[in-house]
């Protein structure tokens, strides 16, 4: 009996959703092989609960990455072939090294130019069925991109784009694009790496970013992204080389996923409900700078409705925060007052005793003296951490 196969569509928003956890480990791929296997993952319906066989159109293929080499039909076969060869190792539920081939089945149909292929069915767990700690986003960020190390980059950092920014040891960046070994002397791999891969991120997807090299004595230890949104590339004008056959498909709201993405990494699971709800009213980066509000502030037992009181408030232009249990809500507006509202290039230390003096006396504003101060030496250790840690995130770093 012959196996059904599906015609594999490339289409212009399609959409690759993958586990953080696959973005986060360390494999190499060359760029086409790349873009192969998120063409195969960006036919994936949400429903599947197998994966299928996929027939690519080499000619199609071809198309859409802009290639026009003679020897394009041998190369994809070529490369398939190798597909079926490489693996990655990555430890298991139960902290087993397990290696993983990306395909279970490549074959070359000679006479029809096509390629057959399938996903191994070890990657279900990071292509199926996911409903926390994923990544979506358009096909066509990748499909133009010329490097394989800007493929792996717009991955790391559009997992991140929710929080804006994000740190790596030298090493882990390296290992992550597949880079081990090379580029030893950092404004190597500064120019050819990192200056390369921001450029065509910048000219080709729907983020940007800029980097920040941090040292440790001479030696560059560390470098801290800063992740945006490239608005002239978010929406319909960021076109593949060819035109594609279009067909119909249930596209997620972008803005949606965004921030449930975002909440999902400051640790509250904020239902697509609510998020719908919120954006009828409010902008979405107001909803993330407010979830990362709540992701900072540990101790807030209801955040859904903190969240929407905060988003309340800022719609009618009310600097306050709001919290449902009255105590709590002054000392989170203290600790409000204490926070720098903006990144700053000195953020100066408060002293314990100072803090102290200034939350006596806000308590005492609404508390007989005696419980004013029993209140701030049961709080104290936690109000002064948190406006140390909120400080500290305050003052930019070089």
Request: hydrophobic share 35%.
């Given at each position: 009996m012959k196996e059904v196969s599906r015609d594999l569509v490339l289409k212009n928003n399609n959409l690759v959703t993958k586990a953080n956890?696959?973005?986060?480990?360390?494999?190499?791929?060359?760029?086409t092989e790349q873009k192969i296997l998120l063409c195969i993952a960006s036919n994936i319906k949400p429903t599947d609960q197998d994966f299928q066989t996929y027939t690519l159109s080499i000619k199609d293929f071809c198309k859409v990455i802009g290639s026009t080499s003679r020897n394009a039909y041998a190369e994809v076969d070529k490369i398939t072939q190798n597909l079926m060869d490489k693996s990655f190792v990555f430890y298991?539920?139960?902290?087993?090294r397990t290696r993983i081939n990306w395909l279970s089945k490549a074959t070359y149909n000679t006479n029809e130019g096509t390629v057959t292929v399938r996903f191994d069915p070890d990657l279900k767990p990071f292509f199926l069925a996911l409903s926390e700690k994923f990544t979506r986003y358009k096909l066509k960020n990748i499909l133009n991109l010329r490097s394989s190390h800007s493929i792996r980059m717009f991955e790391l950092l559009?997992?991140?784009?929710?929080?804006?920014?994000?740190?790596?040891?030298?090493?882990?960046?390296?290992?992550?694009?597949?880079?081990?070994?090379?580029?030893?002397v950092w404004n190597n791999f500064k120019q050819r790496v990192l200056q390369h891969t921001q450029k065509e991120i910048e000219a080709k997807t729907d983020i940007s970013f800029t980097f920040v090299p941090l040292k440790k004595g001479r030696t560059v230890e560390k470098v801290k992204f800063l992740i945006k949104a490239n608005p002239s590339k978010s929406n319909s004008n960021l076109e593949l080389k060819s035109e594609v056959i279009e067909v119909v498909q249930i596209d997620e709201e972008p803005e949606l996923m965004e921030i449930h993405q975002a909440s999902l990494r400051s640790g509250v699971n904020i239902g697509r409900s609510k998020i719908k709800e919120w954006l009828v009213s409010h902008k979405k980066d107001s909803i993330i700078e407010a979830i990362k509000m709540v992701g900072i502030r540990k101790n807030i037992k209801y955040p859904v409705p903190y969240i929407t009181k905060i988003l309340d408030a800022q719609a009618k232009e009310v600097i306050e925060t709001i919290e449902l249990d009255p105590i709590e809500q002054m000392i989170q507006e203290f600790i409000y007052e204490k926070t720098p509202k903006k990144k700053m290039k000195v953020v100066k230390a408060l002293p314990d005793f100072l803090i102290e003096m200034d939350a006596?006396?806000?308590?005492?504003?609404?508390?007989?003296?005696?419980?004013?101060?029993?209140?701030?030496?049961?709080?104290?250790?936690?109000?002064i951490s948190i406006i140390r840690e909120n400080r500290k995130n305050a003052q930019i770093t070089y």
């Open positions: 956890s696959l973005i986060e480990m360390s494999y190499r791929l060359g760029v298991n539920s139960e902290e087993k559009k997992s991140y784009e929710g929080l804006s920014e994000r740190t790596f040891t030298v090493d882990e960046l390296r290992e992550k694009l597949g880079l081990e070994g090379k580029y030893d006596i006396e806000k308590f005492a504003g609404k508390l007989p003296f005696e419980e004013a101060v029993s209140l701030w030496e049961k709080r104290k250790a936690d109000i």
